[in-house]
C-alpha cells in the first residue's frame, strides 16, 4: 500500500491527486514521524494533529495536509491487515477523503481539503465505516464508547441501518473485545425530537430516532444546515434556502421564526 495506490481506490479527485502525490513523493515524511504515530493514540490525536500543522506552515488549499493525512492511512493499513480486516472496511472508511472534499465543492465551487480535525479518527484506527454507518471507539480515562456517525451518503433505510449495527457488533466483538458491553452512542442534529413533528411516521429519520433513548436535549447548533440545505453552516440568509424537499421546507418555516435545533444526545436501546 502506498499513498497513490490509496488515492486510486478511494477514487480521490483527480485534481487533488495531482497535487497530492507530487508533494508526496518530494517530502520527507520522517519530520513529521512522531505526530503521525500520535493519530494511534485517542487522547494524543488533537494535539498530534496542531504539531504537524505547525510543521508542515503554509499550506494552500491543505494539500500538505490532506497528503500526511493519507500517509498516515497508508501505515494504518498494516493495522488492518494485522487485525485481519477486510480491505472492504479499509476503502470504505478511507473514502472519507473524497466524500469530504466533494462535499466541499458543492457547498463552495472548489475542490481543496477542509476535515483535517475530523480524519485524525480515519487515520489512527478510531473510526471505522461500516456499511450505512460510521462507528468511532472512544476512549477516555473511565469508560468505553462506541458513537455512531451517519456520512452524507449512507443509506438511511431502517434495513440497511438494521444492517450495519448487525455487522458492527461483530465487527468490534472480533477485532476490539476490549469493547465488549460498551454503549452504542450517537450525538446529532438527526435526533432532535422537533423532527418528529414535521416528517411523517415513517420516514428514515424518525425511525432512526427511535432507537435511541436521548439523555441529553443538547444544545443548539447550526450543523445541520450544511446537510440539510448544501450551504455554509454560519449562513444565516435563511430566506434563500432552498425549498425542494418537504425537509427543507419545514426546517427552513422552522428556522424562519426563530426556531433552533439541537444535537441531542442519545444511546441505543431498541436495535430493530
Known amino acids: ?15 487533488i491527486k495531482n497535487r497530492v502525490i507530487p508533494f508526496a513523493e518530494s517530502f520527507d515524511f520522517t519530520t513529521v514521524d512522531k505526530p503521525l504515530k500520535d493519530f494511534s493514540a485517542y487522547e494524543k490525536m488533537g494535539e498530534a494533529r496542531t504539531a504537524l500543522k505547525e510543521i508542515l506552515g ?11 493525512m493519507l500517509k498516515a492511512s497508508v501505515t494504518a493499513y498494516g493495522t488492518y491487515k494485522a487485525k485481519g480486516i477486510s480491505d472492504e472496511i479499509y476503502y470504505a472508511t478511507m473514502k472519507c477523503y473524497s466524500r469530504f472534499i466533494e462535499e466541499t465543492y ?4 472548489r475542490y481543496y481539503f ?28 473511565k469508560e468505553i464508547t462506541i458513537e455512531i456517525h451517519i456520512p452524507s451518503d449512507a443509506d438511511f433505510s431502517s434495513s440497511a441501518v438494521d444492517r450495519s449495527l448487525e455487522i458492527a457488533k461483530k465487527f468490534f466483538s472480533t477485532y476490539y473485545p476490549e469493547t465488549e458491553g460498551a454503549e452504542y452512542c450517537c450525538e446529532s442534529w438527526l435526533l432532535d425530537h422537533q423532527l418528529q413533528g414535521m416528517l411523517r411516521e ?8 427511535k432507537r435511541f433513548e436521548i439523555f441529553d436535549k443538547g444544545e443548539s447548533r447550526t450543523d445541520f ?14 430566506a434563500e434556502f432552498p425549498e425542494n424537499t418537504s425537509l427543507q421546507r419545514k426546517l427552513k418555516k422552522h428556522i424562519l421564526a426563530d426556531g433552533v435545533i439541537r444535537n441531542a444526545h442519545g444511546k441505543i436501546y431498541c436495535w430493530n
Open 1 to 15: 500500500m502506498d499513498i497513490a495506490k490509496l488515492c486510486g481506490e478511494i477514487n480521490l479527485q483527480t485534481e
Open 58 to 68: 503554509e499550506d494552500q488549499d491543505n494539500i500538505k495536509m490532506l497528503t500526511c
Open 225 to 238: 444546515i450544511e446537510w440539510v440545505f448544501g450551504r455554509n453552516s454560519a449562513d444565516t440568509d435563511y
Open 114 to 141: 477542509d476535515r483535517d480535525w475530523w480524519t485524525t479518527r480515519q487515520a489512527g484506527c478510531h473510526l471505522f465505516r461500516i456499511d450505512a454507518l460510521e462507528y468511532e471507539i472512544v476512549r477516555d480515562e
Open 202 to 209: 415513517d420516514a428514515h429519520i424518525v425511525s432512526f430516532q
Open 106 to 109: 458543492k457547498r463552495t465551487g
